[in-house]
């Protein structure tokens, strides 16, 4: 099993930053693909971005490539998501993602965190 806590989501305005964390418990922290997802208002939940096991391997969506980055820190257990040039599209609850399946295998994640809120006020 493995326990996701994610934090970090705020009210910001537009053209701001916010880094969103998502700390691991359960499992050795560097054998979890990891992702981010986003879910707004009416809107189905969607792949924001992904990351192995080893940092090294990264995967994005189109709208959010070249803002937001995702990385982790495995002594720290914990997964990161800079976010950068926010939108107000941008707004939505974001959770964090966990899988025990290689990065190139994952197609469904099996663990998620509660989500946290991400505003972009315009």
């Known amino acids: 099993q493995v326990q996701l806590a994610d934090s970090g989501g705020a009210l910001v305005q537009a053209g701001g930053s916010l880094r969103l964390s998502c700390a691991a418990s359960g499992r050795a922290f560097s054998t979890i693909t990891m992702a981010w997802f986003r879910q707004a208002p009416g809107k189905e939940r969607e792949f924001v971005a992904s990351?192995?096991?080893?940092?090294?391997?990264?995967n994005y969506a189109e709208s959010v490539k070249g803002r937001f980055t995702i990385t982790r820190d495995n002594a720290k257990n914990t997964m990161y998501l800079q976010m950068n040039s926010l939108k107000p599209e941008d707004t939505a609850v974001y959770y964090c993602?966990?899988?025990?399946?290689?990065?190139?295998?994952?197609?469904?994640?099996?663990?998620w965190g509660q989500g946290t809120q991400v505003t972009v006020s315009s």
């Open positions: 993602a966990a899988d025990l399946k290689l990065f190139s295998a994952v197609t469904n994640y099996d663990y």
């Open positions: 990351i192995s096991r080893s940092g090294i391997k990264t």
